[in-house]
Nanobody, 132 residues
Framework: QAQLVESGGGSVESGGSLTLSCAAS????????MGWFRQVPGKEREGLAH???????SYAPSVKGRFTISRDNAGTTLFLQMDSLKPEDTAVYYC??????????????????????????WGQGTQVTVSS
């Protein structure tokens, strides 16, 4: 059974950095679009960044220039490097994979994304807390 598991969350002071990881098991997502999202209670899940199997990336304006998404070539691990963190970055962070399209598709469906509706497989989330 395919599974995504996030790690690397924690508490950090404003201006600090964290690196999140998302380990895939039971399936290799090397050609699939993968993304990072976050959610705070009472708000919709926010798309942060996605990366296609071809390496193309897209970032939300709120994190562009501060966060960097990457993946290993084997398609087993997704990363999110988060720098210059702010208190408003506090949220539960989720990784996701577009598992509906074949591995050969190699792109993210919506280049302006990521949008949660385009992703079918989700991790359980990891908490990130940024204090001022």
């Amino acid at each position: 059974q395919a599974q995504l598991v996030e790690s690397g969350g924690g508490s950090v002071e404003s201006g600090g950095s964290l690196t999140l990881s998302c380990a895939a098991s039971g399936y290799t997502y090397s050609g699939h679009c993968m993304g990072w999202f976050r959610q705070v209670p009472g708000k919709e899940r926010e798309g942060l960044a996605h990366i296609g199997g071809d390496g193309s990336t897209s970032y939300a304006p709120s994190v562009k220039g501060r966060f960097t998404i990457s993946r290993d070539n084997a398609g087993t691990t997704l990363f999110l490097q988060m720098d210059s963190l702010k208190p408003e970055d506090t949220a539960v962070y989720y990784c996701a994979a577009d598992s509906s399209r074949p591995d050969s598709y190699r792109r993210c469906y919506n280049s302006a994304g990521p949008f949660a509706r385009d992703f079918e497989s989700w991790g359980q989330g990891t908490q990130v807390t940024v204090s001022s």
